[in-house]
């Protein structure tokens, strides 16, 4: 029987990084940009949360759908693609953006690499996903009116 409670992990995660403005401090994620980002189940309608490694790219957070390099898409991105509408937080800052996944290869492959570089654990997963593309998402940050 698995005894992992995966709320519990979460809400751990979350508390760390709201104790150190954003920066996990503990765990495999520790030191690396991270965010929590709130989106809208697909098909639930439910509000779904999810903890990302992200990197900047002309002020938008970018993140990928890696799923450690698994063979299909994580659920988020799912989520993402019926309700590009998300909270986020990340920084100590908790703001709405719009999620548009990057579909030009070229802009892509850029923003992968980008990604990659900068969280080298990243690298190793395409060879794992059997030929999926991993998604790479830009979070846009919707100006308060």
Known sequence: MNDFDRDAWESGLIADMRAHDGNLTTGPMAGRPTLLMTATGARSGEP???????????GDYVIVGSKGGAPRDPVWVGNLRAHPEVT???????????????SDP????????????????FAE???????????????TEVAES
């Open 106 to 121: 070229a802009e892509h492959d850029r923003l992968w690499d980008a990604h990659a570089t900068a969280m080298p654990v």
């Open 48 to 58: 779904r949360r999810v903890i990302l490694n992200y990197t900047r790219d002309a």
């Open 88 to 102: 986020v937080e990340a920084g100590g800052r908790v703001f709405r953006a719009v999620a548009t996944i990057v």
């Open 125 to 139: 997963y395409p060879a794992k996903t059997g030929g999926r593309i991993i998604p790479v998402i830009r979070l």
